[in-house]
């Protein structure tokens, strides 16, 4: 299985939690013979810092596009 999984990361904990999701997917991909390619996009406050809106066009595009979103905590 070869799946495209967009990271959300978000604010607050959210990146912690991203972080070790992907690491828990890495494993199961490395035991199961699967392959996950991670994609990260912005939201929430870190989103603003660098682009002024919360959930810029790029992220949208990028989460349907993919098979999967893996989101964080947003504040």
Do not use: W
């Amino acid at each position: 299985m070869n799946k495209h999984i967009a990271l959300l990361r978000g604010d607050g904990i959210g990146p912690e939690i991203v972080d070790s999701a992907v690491l828990v997917l890495k494993k199961i991909a490395e035991k199961y013979g699967h392959s996950f390619q991670f994609t990260p996009y912005l939201i929430g406050g870190s989103a603003i810092d660098e682009t002024g809106v919360p959930l810029p066009e790029e992220t949208v595009k990028g989460c349907l596009s993919s098979d999967s979103v893996l989101l964080g905590a947003v504040g």
